[in-house]
């Protein structure tokens, strides 16, 4: 039944006007009864004061009891519902006008007469009520003094029991039950629009809760039409803004597990095929061996392990790369920058390469700016993408070509490798630092390159916040180039 917040919010409310009709009708009738005792009583303040300067109710400690008569007589003509007592000072009830065996107490607590005769406290002032023995009623008092002496006290109570029956009436009259009923339906109306006004509210949280349960059932994207208010952004306007984007960065991860989960199976079904490959052989060559070890010449055997051994170092080329590109992209992987002198690391790294460049009749060459300022960066890892970078440039430039590494201060120090290779095709230029890309997957097989060499040196300048650039024509050679920031002396 209370299933939605819309019925939770009604039953709340609708609880809480009849909580406070009934509490706003007690208030009501309470103080409407209150209100009567109070004039009642500021109507009558020196009622009894007059009784006792027009008779003499006491001689000499006796009560006199023909004037009593004559009083009780003219008040229940008057007004039946006052009933008169006499007290002495102790406050003993002498006589009373009320009929025999009505009245419960033998004595009244002056405590409130005084207080009601010094003035000390405000209407309406309630003391005891002789026929009842916890009730309280408004009353009227006046002391009874001959020459001075204090004799007794005139207690006029002035709601007797005909006032509770009047006051039983009131209760149930006509403008009572009017006001009850007017109170009732002012709450009603007062629920109903609250009813109103919450639908309006919670229409919106509706409509945004099917958003999201269709969201979760796969069955809306994140450009659906989500509930706006009128005006200034209310919290439901920032909920339905927090869910679009929350909704976006979900779609968005998704892409991107797709897209990770892809690039998983190329790269196990490459790593699969690229590690089959040279270990078939060398298990084909090392059978051999052991099976015809006896057939073939010394000179065969070297060279069969020869072969082997160039297979072994293929695999653990591949296996040291595929560790280090992990490694590279681990949400864990540290950077530990320092500032060094780029031109000294370029020249160590280039003479790594200066016999293989000889061998293949390329030339290597070196071009710095005199005023290179030192950088600030990983020193390890930018030394392996320069590594790269050169070893993919020697590799793919023929003899008689050229590999150049530049260096120069623009708005930061740029890093430029060319070479006078064939080029990359403008098509592959979007997939180059893709891991095991290839253009001529036959040509990479034949010289154990492992394809990951460009995804490694991507992937470091990434950590750096730097990304690589790459420029190439079609027989005219290719230059990739990056940046690095010059370091700031603290």
């Not at 040279?278 to 099976?291: D, F, R, S």
């Not at 590109?325 to 780029?342: K, V």
């Not at 009749?361 to 930018?382: C, G, H, N, Q, R």
């Amino acid at each position: 039944m209370f299933n939605s917040l819309y019925s939770k919010i009604a039953a709340g409310l609708a609880a809480l006007f009849f909580v406070v009709g009934l509490i706003f009708i007690g208030v009501t009738v309470f103080a409407t009864d209150m209100y009567q005792q109070e004039v009642n009583q500021k109507l009558n303040t020196g009622l009894a004061r007059q009784i006792v300067k027009e008779r003499i109710l006491m001689e000499e400690g006796w009560v006199n009891q023909k004037a009593l008569r004559d009083i009780f007589h003219m008040l229940m003509v008057i007004n039946p519902g006052i009933e008169i007592y006499l007290l002495d000072v102790d406050g003993n009830i002498l006589t009373f006008s009320a009929p025999e065996g009505r009245v419960k107490r033998s004595k009244v607590n002056l405590a409130p007469v005084k207080q009601w005769l010094d003035g000390t406290m405000t209407p309406p002032v309630q003391g005891d009520d002789p026929k009842n023995l916890t009730e309280k009623k408004v009353f009227s008092a006046a002391p009874i003094e001959r020459n001075g002496i204090l004799e007794g006290y005139l207690y006029v109570i002035l709601g007797g029991e005909e006032y509770d029956s009047v006051a039983q009436k009131l209760k149930g009259s006509y403008i009572l039950q009017l006001s009850a009923w007017m109170i009732g339906a002012g709450l009603l109306f007062a629920l109903a629009a609250g009813l109103v006004l919450f639908g309006l509210l919670t229409g919106r949280l509706k409509k945004l809760a099917a958003v999201m349960e269709a969201f979760e059932g796969g069955t809306a994207g994140v450009d659906v039409d989500l509930p706006r208010g009128q005006g200034p952004p209310d919290e439901i306007d920032r909920l339905s803004t927090t869910f679009r984007e929350m909704a976006a960065r979900i779609k968005a991860q998704m892409a991107e597990l797709k897209a990770s989960e892809q690039m998983r199976r190329e790269l196990v079904a490459n790593v699969s095929h690229d590690l089959r490959t040279p270990l078939a052989t060398l298990q084909g060559y090392i059978e051999t061996l052991l099976i015809k070890e006896n057939q073939y010449s010394a000179e065969e055997r070297h060279h069969y392990l020869e072969i082997a051994i160039r297979h072994c170092r293929r695999l653990n080329t591949l296996v040291t790369e595929l560790l280090d590109l992990a490694r590279l992209e681990s949400a864990h992987m540290d950077l530990f920058p320092e500032p060094f002198d780029l031109r000294e690391l370029i020249q160590d790294i280039c003479q790594k390469f200066t016999l293989a460049a000889e061998q293949k009749e390329i030339e290597l060459s070196l071009s710095f700016e005199k005023t290179v300022p030192l950088v600030e960066a990983d020193i390890a890892l930018i030394e392996r993408a320069l590594e790269n970078l050169i070893e993919n440039a020697l590799h793919y430039t023929p003899a008689k070509g050229r590999v150049s590494v530049a260096v120069s201060l623009e708005t930061e120090v740029m890093i430029r490798i060319s070479d006078t290779g064939p080029g990359i095709p403008e098509k592959e230029l979007p997939h180059i630092f893709n891991r095991f890309y290839q253009s001529d997957p036959f040509s990479r097989k034949k010289d154990g390159h492992t394809g990951l060499g460009l995804a490694i040196t991507s992937r470091i300048l990434q950590l750096h916040d730097r990304e690589i650039q790459v420029e190439s024509q079609a027989g005219r050679g290719s230059c990739f180039s990056f940046s690095l920031p010059p370091w700031q002396r603290s």
